[in-house]
DNA sequence: AGGTATGACGACAAATTTTTCGGTATATGA
DNA sequence: TCATATACCGAAAAATTTGTCGTCATACCT
């Protein structure tokens, strides 16, 4: 099994939570996995900015602090797929939170640093 | 006036909202600046894992990003003080939705990863 | 046989964040 | 005078995250 190198947080529930998502990726993973569940290559469609290595990478992570399942078809051409757990799924209320954040207040951020 | 080397990210909601505040140590600034304003020395005792020069890029950040106020009284010796403003302060329920969700999930991660 | 696609991953480089160390300056108290 | 405290900041090191590159293996299609 996958071990992170750096641990998840415990030394506050905030932080906890934090080092759980603070990442370019990961919360743009738990809301693509928001609906379906997603092969890696969709992922990597549906996120293009990322390398797949990238997503590979944090993915991993996500499954080993179990906000993601990973199941792999012993078939070939090989064939897996990434889904959201429970736990996963009891983060999505915040980043809907942030998500409705963000879309309020993006003009303003577009003013001050945008194109 | 301090300019962030990486620019918050405007590609989608989401990120934006996340690029404010995925860093080891502004969420819990703003947790911290909730109550009343503080003097820098006081956030470093609250925060004593952080050190002050830490605790003092990630204000400028916050402050240039509008989240945080900066006050400096131009006294001898000097005094600053640090307070929420109403945009920090819009972003308060998604940090008290985290702080919720690591209370409801601590013995699970704890039980993991913990001692 | 050669090209394409899938998914996984090692080795490494680049970028970014965080920390450490030292220094500026001024006033107070021992 | 010397230590302490306040706040600020530069340089550089260390740690961490993110990205690039090349590789493996297999089956399909041309």
Redesign the pocket.
């Given at each position: 099994m996958y071990k992170r190198?750096?641990p998840v947080d415990l030394s506050c529930p905030l932080r906890l939570t934090m080092s759980l998502v603070n990442?370019?990726?990961k919360s743009c993973l738990l809301d693509e996995l928001r609906g379906a569940p997603m092969?890696?290559?969709?992922l990597h469609k549906a996120l293009p900015?990322?390398?797949?290595?990238?997503l590979?990478?944090?993915l991993?992570e996500l499954v080993d602090d179990g906000l993601v399942e990973?199941t792999?078809y012993p078939e070939?051409?090989?064939?897996?797929e990434y889904s959201i757990t429970d736990l996963g799924r009891s983060l999505l209320p915040i980043l809907d939170a942030m998500i409705v954040w963000g879309e309020t207040n993006r003009a303003l951020f577009e003013r001050k640093y945008g194109e």
């Open positions: 190198k750096i990442s370019k990726w092969r890696p290559s969709e900015e990322a390398t797949p290595r990238v590979d990478l944090q991993k990973k792999i070939l051409p090989p064939r897996s």
